[in-house]
T-cell receptor, first 113, second 111 residues
């Protein structure tokens, strides 16, 4: 089974703090994704990466950056957290060979005060 | 604009009934669809998928139907159990390596 883990289940930070969310997958997948999930809005893609050191902006990249130094690890960075970044953050990975199925981690619920 | 996953927000069923969760999509170029289940406090879990060259696919207690004429996708759960209570999302692959998700339907199963 694919296993995607996220470093924290719950996180509370203050406005202006730098926040790191870590994601690790153990299936040697090339593609990894970061989403945020908000009530009534579904999952929205922040960034994705299809290889080490490669990254692509998703639909809502503003206020976020990412890092992929190793194939198994994809980090989401909030340079200066704001209250509107309070959300559930979900990481996913996918085998680039198909069939385009993404496997998700358990999520990190981030609260910015 | 285009939309995906026009769901009823909540579906309530009795244990043992069959459940049908619906999803509409508007991009006729989408060629791959997935259903996910998300239990409270957990990440979405893959249930079943279907490609656009099929109109039906069956799994264990679940069936996905695809009607490309009306751009409609449904998930049928047979003999619904309390453990099936969750939010169900459809997702479509509109472009290379990117999925677009619906907002989800909450399934409530009462004993």
């Amino acid at each position: 089974d694919v296993k995607v883990t996220q470093s924290s289940r719950y996180l509370v930070k203050r406005t202006g703090e730098k926040v790191f969310l870590e994601c690790v997958q153990d299936m040697d997948h090339e593609n990894m994704f970061w989403y945020r999930q908000d009530p009534g809005l579904g999952l929205r893609l922040i960034y994705f990466s299809y290889d080490v050191k490669m990254k692509e902006k998703g639909d809502i990249p503003e206020g976020y950056s990412v890092s992929r130094e190793k194939k198994e690890r994809f980090s989401l960075i909030l340079e200066s957290a704001s209250t509107n970044q309070t959300s559930m953050y979900l990481c996913a990975s996918e085998d680039y060979r198909g069939p385009d199925t993404q496997y998700f981690g358990p999520g990190t619920r981030l609260t910015v005060l | 604009g285009e939309s995906v996953g026009l769901h009823l927000p909540t579906l309530s069923v009795q244990e043992g009934d069959n459940s049908i969760i619906n999803c509409a999509y508007s991009n006729s170029a989408s060629d791959y669809f997935i259903w996910y289940k998300q239990e409270s406090g957990k990440g979405p879990q893959f249930i079943i998928d279907i490609r656009s060259n099929m109109d039906k696919r069956q799994g264990q207690r679940v069936t996905v139907l695809l009607n490309k004429t009306v751009k409609h996708l449904s998930l049928q759960i047979a003999a619904t159990q309390p453990g099936d209570s969750a939010v169900y999302f459809c997702a479509e692959n509109r472009s290379f390596q990117k999925l677009v998700f619906g907002t989800g339907t909450r399934l409530l199963v009462s004993p």
